[in-house]
């Protein structure tokens, strides 16, 4: 995000995930998911985005910064985020994370 007044992202997961658990964490992806969701749509476009990215505390998100985001996120190339995309991208963005990840995928196994 090259931007002179780019977004700091500040990793709170690992301690959502050790308050919440596996599952927890999950639904509350979800949640961020439909907070930023374009409800015609059914996934996170540019728009809905820009629109609703304030919602997340997001509000000084450029415009190149949410392109950025799609981008990154965007798996299927369809230029938005479906709910997967979107999980997937937050969990990437957390470094922490992706080291315990083994770890993560057995709880959420077991928990199913």
Known sequence: MGSKNALVFEDFFPTMVEKLGAEGFMKELSN??????????GV???????????????????????????REGDMDGDGALNEMEFCTLMLRLS??????????????????
């Not at 476009?45 to 509000?59: E, I, M, P």
């Open 32 to 41: 961020g998911f439909g907070l930023l969701v374009d409800g015609d749509k």
């Open 44 to 70: 996170i476009t540019f728009n809905s985005l820009k629109r609703n990215s304030a919602l997340l505390g997001l509000k000084e998100m450029s415009d190149e910064e949410a392109i950025f985001m799609l």
């Open 95 to 112: 470094p922490e994370l992706m080291n315990d990840s083994k770890k993560l995928l057995v709880e959420a196994i077991l928990n199913f």
